[in-house]
């Protein structure tokens, strides 16, 4: 299984920016895919989740509204975007595979990891 996550960068507060996570290696419909993210000095947290089967989504309470998340089959990738981003959003963001989602994302603990990308919210 691999994971290769791509997007991060720097964005004005208000920005957005579009997360990839291209996934490899498994048979993409069995399992679902979430974004996590850790600021510095902070405990990682999870941000959202999509069951690659039926698109059913969750995000964390401080990102909904604001990202949304999405897979292509075709390309076998998963997508992020952050619209309105915010300071607090400034984090390494990772895609993990999970075997489902949950409607409360705190229950999300990441299987197969990529690698992070650095996203960073500053004027």
């Known amino acids: 299984v691999q994971l290769q996550a791509s997007g991060g960068g720097l964005v004005q507060p208000g920005g957005s920016l579009r997360l990839s996570c291209a996934a490899s290696?498994?048979?993409?419909?069995?399992?679902?895919i979430a974004w996590f993210r850790q600021a510095p000095g902070k405990e990682r947290e999870a941000v959202s989740c999509?069951?690659?089967?039926?698109?059913?989504?969750s995000y964390a309470e401080s990102v909904k509204g604001r990202f949304t998340i999405s897979r292509d089959k075709t390309k076998n990738t998963v997508y992020l975007q952050m619209n309105s981003l915010k300071p607090e959003d400034t984090a390494v963001y990772y895609c993990?595979?999970?075997?489902?989602?949950?409607?409360?994302?705190?229950?999300?603990?990441?299987?197969?990891w990529g690698q992070g990308t650095q996203v960073t919210v500053s004027s």
């Open positions: 290696g498994f048979t993409f419909e069995r399992y679902a």
């Open positions: 999509i069951d690659l089967a039926d698109s059913t989504t």
């Open positions: 993990a595979t999970e075997l489902r989602c949950y409607s409360d994302v705190v229950h999300l603990s990441g299987g197969y």
